[in-house]
């Protein structure tokens, strides 16, 4: 089964400056990975995601890396703003199924 | 902007009591969830729906729980008995289709709490 692991619970940036949020996973077998952002008392809302066969894609200030020999995934907010406060969470979609799988979580301060 | 709308926002309950959650999903979806977040951990996947039938669940969804969708705009979470490990945030959420675009819309949750 697909384990989703995101090892740094918090992260704390300065505005302006990048901001890394890193995912690994275990198993090969996924259509999608996908990250979402997480306000405190709303649900989550979709971010970017990433197709199993690219290793990259980028939206605005978000880009998502796909590494699939090291099983890596991250997402790059540049330049980070106090506004992107938030959990973030990384997730899949796997082959033949029909939900989203959820990681731990981030949670990302950025400060003035 | 169409949203996902979820009722009620919080609600308090004693143990063994029975609790239906309210979901009213964006119009031209297709497909159904309910997911929940206990508090300081992650969200968890516990139903999907599409035509009118349950089309996955998690071990979390057990007889105690069902889902239905009464009336072809609301989509209910129904826990027979809670239990005081079911307190925690409800998220309902919808999709076109999920294995085509990747992406879930989610309501902004009601909080349970159990007694």
């Known amino acids: 089964d697909q384990q989703v692991k995101q090892n740094s619970p918090s992260l704390s940036v300065q505005e302006g400056r990048i901001s890394i949020l890193n995912c690994d996973y275990t198993n090969s077998m996924f259509d999608y990975f996908l990250w979402y952002k997480k306000y405190p008392a709303e649900g989550p809302t979709f971010l970017i995601s990433i197709s199993s066969i690219k290793d990259k894609n980028e939206d605005g200030r978000f880009t998502v890396f796909l590494n699939k020999s090291a099983k890596h995934l991250s997402l790059h907010i540049v330049p980070s703003q106090p506004g992107d406060s938030a959990v973030y969470f990384c997730?899949?979609?796997?082959?033949?199924?029909?939900?989203?799988?959820f990681g731990t979580g981030t949670r990302l301060q950025v400060f003035p | 902007e169409p949203e996902v709308t979820q009722t009620p926002s919080h609600q308090v309950t004693q143990m063994g009591q029975e609790v239906i959650l309210r979901c009213v999903p964006i119009?031209?979806?297709?497909?159904f969830y309910w997911y929940r977040q206990i508090l300081g951990q992650k969200v968890e996947f516990l139903v999907s729906?599409?035509?009118?039938?349950?089309?996955?669940k998690s071990e979390i969804f057990d007889d105690q729980f069902s889902v239905e969708r009464p009336d072809g705009s609301n989509f209910t979470l129904k826990i027979r008995s809670t239990k005081l490990e079911d307190s925690a945030m409800y998220f309902c959420a919808s999709s076109v289709l999920l294995a085509n675009t990747g992406e879930l819309f989610f309501g902004e949750g009601s909080r349970l709490t159990v007694l």
């Open positions: 997730a899949y979609i796997s082959y033949n199924t029909d939900k989203l799988i």
């Open positions: 119009s031209n979806h297709l497909y």
């Open positions: 729906f599409y035509n009118n039938e349950i089309s996955e």
